[in-house]
């Protein structure tokens, strides 16, 4: 069974938007996902909080490639392989994950 995808956005104390995901992101959500993340932020950073996501297959990696630029990832344990090997961690900042690619203990 499938865990839906829920979006929230919300801004730090700081002022920084986030986009809290959870759930699972695959490829019959990526484009709600993509959609979010296009209007979020605008041309500023955007937090996109994935520690609640059980989940991520290549269509939702394709689009986190595509707002790279702009997003900083928070990530879960789980997720942190995923993200390393894809080159995900290459080309965004994450946190949640030690500079070798691997979740903090």
Not at 48 to 76: E, K, M, Q
Request: glycine share 8%; hydrophobic share 45%.
């Amino acid at each position: 069974m499938t865990t839906p995808l829920t979006l929230v956005a919300s801004e730090r104390p700081d002022g920084t938007p986030v986009l809290a995901v959870t759930g699972e992101i695959d490829m019959s959500n990526a484009g709600t996902l993509d959609a979010a993340l296009a209007r979020s932020a605008g041309d500023g950073s955007l937090v996109v909080d994935l520690s609640a996501v059980d989940y991520l297959d290549s269509a939702g990696l394709t689009v986190l490639f595509s707002h790279a630029p702009r997003i900083r990832l928070v990530a879960n344990p789980l997720l942190a392989p995923v993200l390393t090997i894809s080159g995900l961690t290459e080309v965004t900042e994450v946190e949640g994950i030690a500079p070798d690619g691997t979740a903090p203990r």
